[in-house]
């Protein structure tokens, strides 16, 4: 809460909350005190449509060892993804 | 903590109103006072970066249940409506409010509730995280407040380069205008702030020789009086309420 650890992003994507899906065009990165989640910090991701940022937000809290595994998988995945599609291309 | 007798009516109103921020800005602010007959000192509010929660509605009926007229204004009223935690992250994406926003909707609530009857025209503020930094800001500011309590306030201590439009002085910067009784609470398991920080924020008060009480908890952290979160540390935190009404009682009545 009082690090102020923000770090803010434009994307092209869509989210699903409340069982509709709706464009995203916006997330930010924080790392502070988490809401919920059981940690001392967290990283938080919230995901919105900038046309209504309050009411389209998506958000997540995970812890940080959470996070970096995460994007490890990503990067994993993108690179097998991108291999494959260039295969094709 | 029981400071009633069973014997004793109660009765309070808590309710949703309107204020003049002393920008002219309407703003949302939350009013909890006793329904009893007595004058009554005020406590103003200042909530945390995760907003106008239910945790800080609930701190704004705890005083007033100890017999103060307390008000918390929604300071992020301007960005919008919505869950409190979504307000809180469009705040926080848009970099947060201004110091001197902030300043003049506590100005504001206090205005409002000093033309309340029933008061004694005593007033406090209360504020933790990013609020206690505001309660100390605001104590070095303004000559309007009889008591400061600040709960781990967050970025007291500002390094150049965390120096922006919205927050353009290092609040510690102004400890020698600090001119009202300050109480501070602090874990000392906390990283923002950290035990060094509160080192230094305590070393400029003895400096100038301000009137101030620092109480620091071992086996605590960050926001260790929230019980709605799973840092809340029940004995320190029991302490801490102890602390604050023992502080307001003596620094606000008589």
Same mark, same amino acid.
């Given at each position: $809460? %009082?690090? $102020? ?33 059981? %940690?001392?910090?967290?990283? $938080?991701?919230?995901? %919105?449509?900038?046309?209504?940022? *309050?009411?389209?937000? *998506? ?7 959470? !996070?970096? !595994?995460? *994007?490890?998988?990503?990067?994993? !995945? ?9 295969? *094709?291309? | ?31 909890? #006072? &006793? ?31 100890? @017999? ?15 869950? &409190?935690?979504? =307000?809180?992250?469009? =705040?926080? /994406?848009?970099?947060? =409010? /201004? ?27 209360? @504020? ?10 605001? @104590?070095?500011? /303004? ?9 781990w306030g967050g ?13 353009? =002085?290092?609040p510690a910067s ?20 950290? &035990? ?10 003895? #400096? ?12 605590? @952290? ?14 320190? /935190? ?17």
């Amino acid at each position: $809460m %009082c690090t $102020m650890i923000s770090e803010k992003t434009n994307i092209t994507g869509s989210g699903k909350s409340d069982n509709r899906w709706i464009p995203i065009n916006s997330c930010d990165v924080y790392f502070d005190h988490p809401d919920h989640v059981d %940690c001392e910090h967290a990283i $938080m991701l919230s995901f %919105c449509n900038q046309n209504d940022p *309050i009411n389209s937000r *998506i958000s997540l809290e995970i812890t940080p060892e959470s !996070a970096k !595994a995460i *994007i490890e998988k990503i990067n994993l !995945a993108l690179a097998k993804g991108e291999k494959v599609t260039d295969n *094709i291309l | 903590m029981n400071t009633y007798n069973t014997h004793d009516y109660e009765g309070l109103i808590a309710e949703t109103v309107k204020i003049k921020s002393n920008n002219g800005d309407e703003v949302n602010a939350y009013l909890a #006072k &006793p329904l009893i007959e007595g004058n009554f000192p005020i406590v103003v509010l200042i909530h945390h970066l995760p907003g106008w929660d239910e945790l800080y509605k609930e701190f704004t009926r705890k005083f007033a249940h100890h @017999g103060f007229i307390a008000i918390c204004p929604d300071l992020y009223h301007r960005e919008g409506n919505g869950s &409190p935690d979504d =307000v809180a992250a469009q =705040v926080r /994406s848009m970099g947060g =409010v /201004s110091d001197k926003q902030v300043i003049d909707d506590i100005l504001g609530a206090s205005e409002y509730a000093r033309n309340l009857s029933n008061n004694n025209d005593k007033v406090g503020v209360f @504020g933790t995280c990013s609020g206690g930094r505001h309660a100390f800001l605001i @104590g070095c500011s /303004s000559n309007k407040f009889d008591a400061i309590i600040e709960c781990w306030g967050g970025n007291v201590i500002m390094s150049e380069e965390n120096i922006t439009d919205k927050q353009p =002085v290092s609040p510690a910067s102004l400890s020698q205008n600090l001119n009202t009784p300050l109480l501070g609470l602090f874990g000392n398991d906390d990283v923002s702030p950290p &035990p060094k920080e509160v080192d230094e924020h305590e070393n400029l008060l003895k #400096k100038y020789n301000k009137e101030y009480t620092f109480h620091r908890y071992d086996g605590a @952290g960050h926001g260790f009086m929230y019980h709605d979160r799973p840092y809340y540390r029940q004995e320190q /935190s029991v302490d801490a309420w102890e602390k604050i009404f023992t502080f307001l009682d003596k620094n606000l009545r008589g």
